[in-house]
């Protein structure tokens, strides 16, 4: 095996090590840099991966990135949340980033979402009701996060194993 192979593999495991980190951390990309460390392989074996391969890998990983962010205030949507609860719901993101990360994001999300929708008039119940379902769609994409994460590790290992052998 030569150098540059064997850096390459240590530096495509820091990367998905802080990918599956960065699927609870919202300040890290999780899955793009699992899908960087596949791209790092690509650059320097051209042919462990075929090209229509990582294209697809690259349209599920933007899929998932974009999620991350639409889907808990999608969810709200869906269940009759209020401007004010869904502003609420960003608001109490951003403060839970700044102030408690990683937990604060998913947390400021479901009290933001809740503060929003009881100041807007809705009853206690149903402004609960909408701050767990946003919660919930929350874990929701940090499990996508983690599974695409975790295949995209498998390939990787798949990669060079193969290679070796």
């Not at 990367?15 to 980190?21: A, D, E, K, R």
């Not at 709200?76 to 502003?87: D, M, P, T, V």
């Not at 100041?119 to 009701?129: D, H, R, V, Y």
């Amino acid at each position: 095996m030569d150098f540059i192979f064997l850096i390459t593999i240590i530096i495509g495991i820091i990367l998905l090590v802080v990918g599956f980190i960065g699927c609870v951390v919202p300040a890290l990309p999780g899955p793009p840099l699992g899908y960087l460390s596949l791209l790092l392989l690509k650059f320097v074996k051209p042919t462990i991966f075929n090209n229509e391969f990582l294209v697809y890998l690259g349209i599920v990983t933007l899929v998932v990135y974009l999620l991350d962010y639409i889907l808990p205030l999608v969810g709200a949507k869906i269940y009759n949340a209020s401007k004010l609860g869904i502003w609420g719901a960003i608001i109490g993101m951003i403060i839970g980033i700044i102030f408690f990360p990683p937990l604060g994001m998913i947390l400021g999300l479901l009290f933001g979402a809740i503060i929003g929708e009881l100041l807007s008039g809705k009853p206690q119940i149903e402004a609960i009701k909408i701050g767990l379902v946003s919660f919930a769609f929350s874990l929701l994409v940090i499990l996508l996060k983690v599974v695409l994460t975790g295949i995209m590790a498998y390939y990787f290992i798949e990669a060079i194993v193969g290679y070796l052998l």
